[in-house]
């Protein structure tokens, strides 16, 4: 899928409808994109949609984890890795742990291991757009939970995502890409 979003709030709230797209049991949400992309934004927009107030989170670069408890019972895990070297380094975090039942696991970064990451997750790439605060965000399932969330995240997005607008994924089946600050 993909979005136009033309300002930071806009992506705050398609990250809200994906908090509320996932499953109980949780999911991995990798994040990518440029310095200054908007990716902890999306993750706070993650966090609302889970009762977390977007004050609460912040981007985790130096101490690499943070985990918020949300609403019901699930919890925000929202993981950076741009400060990490490898795998390894990744797993002594106790990164496994987080990949609890119940946790939505937010990886920004997620490119640098991808290895790392289950293999059903939803990968959103934040790209800036045109004018300073728009972006476009692109998602894409590698599973087929993640696929059966991003059709969900799709039909919840189209009256809650604050004056982000869907634009046509293209040819490739399973893919949406969305446009975010």
Same mark, same amino acid.
């Given at each position: 899928?993909?979005?136009?979003?033309?300002?930071?709030?806009?992506?705050?709230?398609?990250?809200?409808?994906?908090?509320?797209?996932?499953?109980?049991?949780?999911?991995?949400?990798?994040?990518?994109?440029?310095?200054?992309?908007?990716?902890?934004?999306?993750?706070?927009?993650?966090?609302?949609?889970?009762?977390?107030?977007?004050?609460?989170?912040?981007?985790?670069?130096?101490?690499?984890?943070?985990?918020?408890?949300?609403?019901?019972?699930?919890?925000?895990?929202?993981?950076?890795?741009?400060?990490? &070297?490898?795998?390894?380094?990744?797993?002594?975090?106790?990164?496994?742990?987080?990949?609890?039942?119940?946790?939505?696991?937010?990886?920004?970064?997620?490119?640098?291991? =991808?290895?790392?990451?289950?293999?059903?997750?939803?990968?959103?790439?934040?790209?800036?757009?045109?004018?300073?605060?728009?972006?476009?965000?692109?998602?894409?399932?590698?599973?087929?939970?993640?696929?059966?969330?991003?059709?969900?995240?799709?039909?919840?997005?189209?009256?809650?995502?604050?004056?982000?607008?869907?634009?046509?994924?293209?040819? &490739?089946?399973?893919?949406?890409?969305?446009?975010? =600050?």
């Amino acid at each position: 899928m993909r979005w136009d979003s033309p300002n930071p709030e806009a992506t705050r709230a398609l990250a809200t409808a994906l908090a509320r797209a996932l499953p109980a049991a949780g999911g991995t949400v990798a994040l990518s994109g440029p310095l200054g992309a908007g990716k902890t934004v999306f993750v706070k927009g993650l966090g609302e949609g889970l009762g977390i107030p977007a004050d609460q989170v912040a981007s985790p670069t130096f101490v690499i984890a943070n985990l918020h408890p949300g609403a019901g019972g699930r919890a925000l895990a929202h993981v950076d890795v741009y400060r990490l &070297e490898s795998a390894d380094e990744l797993e002594a975090t106790g990164f496994a742990d987080l990949l609890a039942p119940g946790h939505v696991v937010a990886v920004e970064w997620a490119e640098r291991f =991808p290895a790392a990451l289950p293999a059903d997750r939803i990968e959103v790439r934040i790209e800036r757009g045109e004018r300073e605060a728009e972006r476009v965000v692109v998602a894409e399932a590698t599973g087929p939970e993640a696929a059966a969330t991003l059709l969900r995240w799709g039909r919840l997005a189209e009256g809650a995502a604050g004056g982000a607008e869907e634009r046509d994924p293209g040819p &490739e089946p399973g893919r949406a890409e969305a446009t975010c =600050p």
